[in-house]
Every structure is written in C-alpha cells, then in structure tokens.
C-alpha cells in the first residue's frame, strides 16, 4: 500500500501559467479532500470529493481554482493563471468510504508551488 | 461556524521537561479529532486519533485526552526531547469534514 501520492512533490510556475497537481489516494479509498497551507500558517480546507462529485467546496477560491476527481484516475486541483499569492503547500488526504470516522485521515507529503 | 484553537502558537523549553499542547473547538458534535506533527517542509504524521465516544489515546511518551462537552482535547508530551521539535497540528471532524488548527511550533532545547 503506497499510501497517498501527491505529485509533483515541487512545482514552480510563473505568473499566469497554468498548475496541475495530482493526488492518487490510498487503495480502495474514495475520499479524497484537498488543503492549503500558506507559509507560517495553518492547513485550510479547500475541497472534499468523492468518485465524480465534488461533496464541499466552500474552501475553494471561487475563480481560477477547480478539483476534480474522475472514475479512473487521480483527483486533480487546477489552479488557472497562478499568481504569487497561490505560492502554498498543497495537501491531500483520503479516507475510506464511511470509514473515516474511525480511522481518521491519511495524507500525502504536499506539493509545493511556487509561483515566480 | 466550525472553528479550531491551538494555544499557544509557540512553545520553546528545556529537553526533559513534560509539557502541554491545547486545543479547542466550536461545535461539539465531532465525530473524532486526530492530532498530527509537520516538520518544517514535510508533509503531516497522524501521532493519534480519539473517537467521540473516547476520553485518551496514549503512544509512546504522547498522550492526548478528549473533553467533548467543553470543546478540548490536550496533547501531552512526556520528557520532552530535542527530536520533538516540530508543528504539532489539532484537526477536529465533524460529518466527514476536517478543519485544522493553526498548529503550536514546539522548539525542545538541548
């Protein structure tokens, strides 16, 4: 069991370009909730999706930010035309179907974007 | 509106000494809370998780209790050690939804 993969683990982007990260979550689990941590701050909330629905996105930035997580594949956050304020540590966790309540969340080691 | 408290943001003591994180909720309806390290730069390690219907769950020299109906839960560290050195990270789930505290930076001196 890999756990949960992020990728890229590093990411840099200029201003206006377009970010893509990725999240494949552990085995079986059909959870998958995204967060962001701006430097020397906390981890907020930004979506929770399961298999082709997005559940909660009341974290989300509502332009230029979009998650999506298909039937086949991972669960990707799209950030259109990045600016230097989207430079941030992005994370994923998983969880189980309904499990979740008991065994708690699993995360992934983050992406890093940095936005020059 | 669900919100989590850590205090103090940061801590710094001797090694040896025992010592207390904190962690407070609004809404008590939680199902679980899990308590979790991040070293600068890294991802996040789930240290332990209490369920609604627990009080504490102990590992190692970690220790963390659960007051629901006060909206608390306390981690303890016993004889701390340099190597504890780390953001120490509350997160609180309520229905399947997971909000983080803004984390205690513990620095444990040599």
């Known amino acids: 069991n890999a756990g949960v993969m992020q990728n890229p683990r590093h990411l840099v982007r200029r201003r206006g370009q377009e970010a893509r990260l990725r999240c494949s979550p552990m085995k079986g689990h059909s959870h998958v909730y995204w967060y962001r941590q701006l430097p020397e701050e906390g981890l907020k909330f930004m979506v929770y999706l399961q298999k082709e629905n997005i559940i909660d996105e009341s974290g989300m930035p509502k332009e230029r930010f979009s998650a999506e997580f298909p039937k086949e594949g991972p669960s990707i956050l799209r950030i259109q035309q990045v600016v230097r304020g989207d430079s941030a540590a992005y994370f994923c966790?998983?969880?189980?179907?309904?499990?979740?309540?008991?065994?708690?969340?699993?995360f992934g080691s983050g992406t890093r974007l940095t936005v020059v | 509106k669900q919100e989590v408290t850590q205090i103090p943001a940061a801590l710094s003591v001797p090694e040896g000494e025992n010592l207390v994180l904190n962690c407070s909720f609004t809404d008590s309806a939680i199902y679980n809370l899990q308590w979790f390290r991040q070293d600068p730069g890294k991802g996040l390690t789930s240290l332990l998780l209490i369920q609604s219907s627990q009080r504490e769950q102990t590992s190692g020299r970690l220790n963390a209790s659960l007051d629901k109906s006060s909206g608390r839960s306390t981690l303890y560290i016993a004889a701390s050690q340099p190597g504890d050195s780390a953001t120490y990270l509350c997160?609180?789930?309520?229905?399947?939804?997971?909000?983080f505290g803004a984390g205690t930076r513990l620095t444990v001196k040599p």
């Open positions: 997160a609180v789930i309520w229905n399947n939804d997971m909000r």
């Open positions: 966790a998983s969880s189980p179907l309904d499990s979740a309540l008991a065994r708690g969340y699993t």
